[in-house]
């Protein structure tokens, strides 16, 4: 079975900083490119971040741009992600969902598998 688990998510007041992860198991992942989206109340999901199988690429909505980093651990036969997310803003409220896909273009429009969401909530 495909799981992707994430974790990390909480309060925070605005300007503060939370790591999310999200670990792969039930298949390899290594060779899968890997990503967060995200959707707050009200709103459609939408596109935060994607890394290549290797992490050798990355890719950021514009809205998060140097302030959210994406990064991954495939050593060792563990497949996990991460996204550092910095200077927090009450409009990066929303619950956030890992994804994966073998195609980094999918990955970004229609992932084949998902996580279940962490809630991550900012204040004000």
């Known amino acids: 079975q495909v799981q992707l688990a994430e974790s990390g998510g909480g309060l925070v007041q605005a300007g503060g900083s939370l790591r999310l992860s999200c670990a792969a198991s039930?298949?390899?992942?290594?060779?899968?490119?890997m990503g967060w989206f995200r959707q707050a109340p009200g709103k459609e999901r939408e596109f935060v971040a994607a890394?290549?199988?290797?992490?050798?690429?990355?890719?950021?909505a514009d809205s998060v741009k140097g302030r959210f980093t994406i990064s991954r651990d495939n050593a060792n036969d563990t497949d996990t992600i991460y996204l550092q997310m910095n200077s927090l803003k009450y409009e990066d409220t929303a619950v956030y969902y890992c994804?994966?896909?073998?195609?980094?273009?999918?990955?970004?429009?229609?992932?084949?598998?998902w996580g279940q969401g962490t809630q991550v909530t900012v204040s004000s």
């Open positions: 890394i290549t199988w290797r992490g050798g690429s990355t890719n950021y």
């Open positions: 039930g298949r390899t992942f290594s060779r899968y490119a």
């Open positions: 994804a994966a896909d073998a195609n980094i273009a999918r990955l970004r429009s229609r992932p084949t598998y």
